[in-house]
């Protein structure tokens, strides 16, 4: 009986010293449907932005922001959502959008072809 309540008292004083608060959460509106990873991938990807085109800017405005992805945050995903803010979301899809489209001018000129016109570029 003794030992049972000495067991209980410890597990009870190390669940009393973890914080909750310790994680952040934050939540992405994206228009594509990602899993985790990919939007980590692509999250990590907004620091190595040098110039924004406005023209894609324009044509993903168009786009619904339909997806909500909550993801528990590192530190170095929590510094990219303090230095960027609100943006951080704006900047998020444009790495994406901009990604599809490097992944289709990649390609062979008949697969690009095909492919631009399944996503209307």
Do not use: C, W
């Not at 008292?9 to 310790?22: C, M, P, S, T, W």
């Amino acid at each position: 009986m003794f030992a049972k309540n000495i067991f209980f008292e410890v597990i009870y004083i190390l669940f009393r010293n973890f914080k909750k608060g310790d994680k952040i959460q934050h939540n992405f509106r994206i228009y594509k449907n990602l899993n985790v990873r990919s939007l980590r991938f692509y999250l990590s990807k907004i620091k190595d932005i040098k110039k924004l085109d406005p023209q894609i800017l324009g044509e993903l405005s168009k786009y619904p922001t339909k997806y909500n992805k909550t993801i528990t945050l590192t530190k170095e995903e929590e510094e990219i959502i303090k230095k960027y803010g609100k943006t951080t979301n704006t900047l998020l899809n444009y790495i994406i959008y901009t990604a599809k489209i490097e992944i289709i001018h990649n390609l062979p000129e008949e697969e690009e072809s095909s492919l631009k016109n399944l996503f209307g570029l």
